[in-house]
């Protein structure tokens, strides 16, 4: 297969080209060579290449910059998404959606967890954002995979393990507020990587949760993280609403997987297995990165 992956230069994206790349051609054009808000540069991009499959990791995910540029939110989350999809069903290919769990409102009682046909309720901006691209790739696409996962981390790009590793390694004093009442899988993004490769083969479709196994609060991530690298750093437990700045966030973070286990396709492990493998493979080169 020839896939056009977008957004390859964030953390998803860049697992995404290495283990796709591994089997199938990839073609993985810059933001200044294909922006997906362009229709005119998507359908041009979609002539000339002539993929068999797109697989989109384009998304605007930080909360204040969400709330704070409803344009730019709709441009990349969701028009974007829109002229993916109908330049895949224009050029007959399978388009593969990367969305996350704050389609949810997350309130179900713990430790229930989110399935695909539960209904969506997105209490944020971003959360909307992403049940409306959700929308636009099922509505303009007969061909379509989309992805929900959620607590992203991998060795390319920023995210919540290197975060917690700069705190440790750089001395900070000043305790590091993490909440103890949220509620979530941490998913490697090179597994997450490996389901999406399982679904491409296996010519998955429809709607689908991938994420680990199990759940933890980010406070106990943290904790994790740190005795497994042996490290120390001043962290304290607090609520979800103390950090949210008045942001609305999901509190039940957790999603079943239950749609690719019923077609046998599932390949997420537990939170813990893959953590450790992900520690034991990059902890020194990630403590060295985060140091001063």
Known sequence: MKILILGATGGLGHDCRKVLGQEHEVICPGKEDVDIVSWDVVIDAFDSLSPDVVVN???????????????????????????LAQSSARFGCKIVHVSCGHVFAGRKAMPQPYFEDDAPHPLSAYGKSKLESETAVRSNSPNYI???????????GYNFVKSILQHAVRGVSTPMQLPDDQFGAPTWSHRLALQIREFLNRDGRGSYHSTAYGYCSPFELARYILKKLNLKAPIEPCSLTALSGGHLQPVNCILEN??????????????????????????????????P
């Open 258 to 291: 239950r749609l690719s286990k019923k077609q046998g396709v599932n390949v997420m492990v537990s939170w813990e297995k893959d953590l450790d493998t992900f520690l034991e493979q990059f902890g020194d080169q990630l403590i060295q990165e985060a140091g």
């Open 57 to 83: 990791c384009v998304g605007l995910t930080d909360p204040e910059v969400c709330e704070a540029d409803p344009f730019a939110l709709r441009k990349i989350n969701v028009e974007g998404p829109r002229n």
């Open 146 to 156: 989309i992805v929900r996962s959620h607590w992203l981390y991998g060795i390319h």
